[in-house]
């Protein structure tokens, strides 16, 4: 018994790590650019979905009273752009796999963020969200990137 379990334990550790990376970093930033997408009118980008509108974006109309009333964010007026220019702009680099590690990092603020003042009953949900992005932070974006391409050429 104890033999098969060193053969599986070994045949896991083979598991390559860069689609893994992959993975992790398509899915975590398709929860964060699907919930920036609430936030805009004028550009709506969804390749799963279906969904294209080409356009320049810009603030919704419910977006600043979305962080005033439902968040209960101080200055929703200066926290609702933040909020919907990282949601674009984090998750664009974590697929591209450009700053990755920086992109993870500031998105797990942003999860904090969301965690402590917005919903803190959320923790299952934000600390799966909290852990792929570690994951990043701590392994890098696998060999399938700008990172890795970058390294390499360098």
Known sequence: MVKFIHRCIALCQRIPYSPIALL???SIAAVFWKSGQTKVQGFALDLIGGEFQLGWPRLSDSAIDLFRDEYHMPFPQLAAPLAATAEHLFPLLLLLGLGTRFAALALVGMTLTIQL????????THGTWAALLLVLVAQGPGRVSLDAWIARRY
């Open 24 to 26: 992790a970093r398509f």
């Open 117 to 124: 003042f917005v919903y803190p009953g959320a923790y299952p």
